[in-house]
């Protein structure tokens, strides 16, 4: 559950942050490890790539609904709403 946290929060908090002019500016050089959106949106790619069906996060063997999952499906909700593409929905 703790290596968990480090995929979660993170892409919590990038797609909670607002625009700042520290993050335009590094958007703007092609930065994209300071962007917060692309951070959130690599992360949710990765949890994607790991856990092709949702119902797989905590390495469950059948399908079982927990908190985590909650969380996971919030975290790509949010990255959803950013970016508008509608795999994360």
């Not at 050089?29 to 790539?49: F, L, Q």
């Not at 856990?51 to 996060?57: D, Y």
């Amino acid at each position: 559950m703790k290596h968990l946290l480090y995929v979660i929060m993170p892409c919590f908090i990038a797609c909670t942050q607002g625009n700042s002019a520290h993050n335009e500016s590094d958007t703007a050089t092609g930065d994209k490890n300071s962007d917060p959106v692309a951070m959130a949106v690599r992360m949710a790619e990765a949890d994607i790539e790991r856990n092709p069906e949702g119902w797989t996060i905590d390495f469950q063997e059948k399908p079982k609904w927990e908190y985590t999952h909650g969380l996971m499906m919030s975290a790509h909700l949010k990255v959803w709403e950013k970016t508008g593409e509608e795999k994360y929905f």
